[in-house]
């Protein structure tokens, strides 16, 4: 045989072998799919033609072997990226010893991880639950009880924000100032109000005698990237003082560094009431936090509130490495950076001719929390296009690109990204 020949059976052979290998690897994802579609409750929609196997640093894989780059992070969780070896080894760890308990026993972990909380905030005191539904469902509960047991029982409404999302327990539902959400599950629980974003004269015409809380996010992740401004919030607060009102603050998405501080209210210069978080608080295993100052606090006695897993060793563990990971790596001031990096280079893309810089309206956001609004509603078809280049974002309705990478993200994977963009087609 000549080596022509030879070469084109080894050629042929590969090529084959390529083939059988995707076929394995399309039939695996199809088999998941089909499993879906019969067992699980269709909450999402049209999910992406894709399931992931295995994890490292910014990148996933998928069942064929596929890598792509991780610009999404589990929706602003995965802050130390995939299988961080300090996370994966305190799990590890402590799943050999003891998962969980009942918070009527002491448990090391939660204590540690309420100190180092209330170390590197204004909180003084910290409960953990499972979500971040459910941390703001207890900061809900502790602002109306903080004024009941003063007596005040009929101080129990909460003005939160047009375009806010808070969760999707009813009593957060109701908070969400978003009315899609509130359709077809009333009646919804009651005392909630909503105004513009921004717009003080508005949040002091909405307060009444039976006003206890203001509830805000430092900057609305769900509508869209839409941050609250650094003056309306010292606002905000000045006029919770003078009219004796509770500031909550929601840092379910923006806390644990994503704005580039450990907490987003860091940026304001004002210190709210009760605070919230989630997401990033595990890396990825579920844990929230309600965090507040003492006198607040303490309107919590016992048998107020509780929870069955919240704050157990497992997620605890979880909590304490990714704290202490985000403050020895400095993994905040990566997030400024590296997001005023994100942000520059995507204002750079060339504003005319191909490519995604002629469709950019407004690029937004602090810190590794970016959006992108576009001038046409193609934001769908921006993120399948990236997704088959290989890169994972988000979208919010159809004309906003949602960035939220893992806090480790360096400039190579970045530029990589925008180079990407710099070819994205506009979708006429
Ligand atoms: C600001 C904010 N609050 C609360 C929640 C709800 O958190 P969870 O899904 O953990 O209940 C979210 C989720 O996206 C959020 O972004």
Redesign the pocket.
Known sequence: MSDLNNNDMKKSRFAEGLNSDRALADAKLAAVVDLDEKYYMNTFGKRTMVCFERGEGMYLWDTSGRRYTDFFGG?AVNVLGHAHPVLRDAICSQAGKLIHCSSIYYIENQAKLAEIIVKHSCADKVFFSN???EA?EGAIKLARMYFSKKGMHDKYRIITAVNS????TLTTLAATGQNKFHKNCGPMPQGFSYVPLNDIQALESAICDETCAVML?PIQ??SGVRPADLDYVAAVRKLCDDKDILMIL?E??TGMGRTGKLFGYQHTGVEPDIFTL??GLGGGVPI?ALCAKEHVALAFEPGDHGSTFGGNPLACAAGLAVMNTIISDDLAENASTMGAYLKDSLKRLPASGEGMGAMIKEVRGTGLMVGIEMENPKAAEVRQYLFEKGFLVGSVGSSIIRLLPPLIVRKPDIDALVGVMRNTPAFN
């Not at 999302?165 to 999707?168: E, I, L, N, P, Y």
């Open positions: 929706i979500s971040g539904a703001n999302f808070h969760g999707r996010e992740g769900e929601d379910v998405q989630a997401k929230g």
